[in-house]
Nanobody, 125 residues
């Protein structure tokens, strides 16, 4: 069974930094795209950043220049370095895997939208 587990969230003051990590476990063959999404109370879940297996990245305009996404393909992990944090960055941050291939027994399977359970990030004085 495949599992995505986020960590690294917490409370930080405006202007501070946090580093989020997401570990994918299981008999994983490949993950095409890994990304971070966030959802604040009363708002829709939105894309923060994503990265392909080849290292190409995309960022939301609101975080561009402040956040950096990276991944370790060998360990099936993705990271989000968050600098110059603002109160509006406060949200639950979710790890996402797009087109995740894995094995169970002798079979192989594809998942096109796989989610972690989220980690809370709070930016406040």
């Amino acid at each position: 069974q495949v599992q995505l587990v986020e960590s690294g969230g917490g409370l930080v003051q405006p202007g501070g930094s946090l580093r989020l990590s997401c570990a994918a476990s299981g008999r994983i063959l490949s993950i095409n795209i890994m990304g971070w999404y966030r959802q604040a109370p009363g708002k829709q879940r939105e894309l923060v950043a994503r990265i392909t297996s080849g290292g190409s990245t995309n960022y939301a305009d609101s975080v561009k220049g402040r956040f950096t996404i990276s991944r370790d393909n060998a360990r099936n992990r993705v990271y989000l370095q968050m600098n110059s944090l603002k109160p509006e960055d406060t949200a639950v941050y979710y790890c996402n895997a797009d087109r995740l291939s894995y094995r169970i027994g002798s079979g192989s399977y594809n998942e096109y939208d796989y989610w972690g359970q989220g980690t809370q990030v709070t930016v406040s004085s």
